[in-house]
């Protein structure tokens, strides 16, 4: 519940005018959220958002080390869009489903990347 307002629940806290959402799902594309591995905008050099799972962690820190390269601006936008089309089609469109990730296949992605450097 936002701190300022003590008349939302936090079922409805998206609505509270006290304290405009950051972020919203609404209708539209499944993934609307351009980010390399779920957590680079390539636009952004320098930015990333890192959840708290281990092999985020992990794998950043293998990309500030320099130990991952990151492919070129054009790659990462095409592997973006690739990963939009099939989250479009596993999870049928539902904006619900814009943040979902299989956990294993990410994890086994971004171990994939940080073995070949």
């Not at 005018?17 to 680079?40: C, I, N, Q, T």
């Not at 990309?63 to 070129?72: A, E, F, R």
Request: with cysteine.
């Amino acid at each position: 519940m936002p701190p300022s307002c003590k008349s939302c629940s936090v079922s409805r806290w998206t609505r509270c005018s006290a304290w405009p959402p950051r972020f919203e799902v609404k209708d539209g594309p499944v993934a609307p959220y351009r980010l390399h591995r779920r957590m680079l905008p390539p636009h952004l050099p320098g930015l990333c958002f890192v959840g708290l799972v281990e092999i985020q962690v992990r794998w950043v820190a293998s990309v500030l080390s320099g130990d991952t390269k990151l492919p070129d601006t054009r790659t990462m936008d095409t592997e973006i869009a690739r990963h939009h089309r099939y989250q479009a089609q596993r999870y049928l469109g539902s904006p619900r489903y814009t943040l979902e990730v299989d956990f294993r296949d990410y994890a086994r992605q971004l171990r994939g990347d940080m073995a070949h450097g």
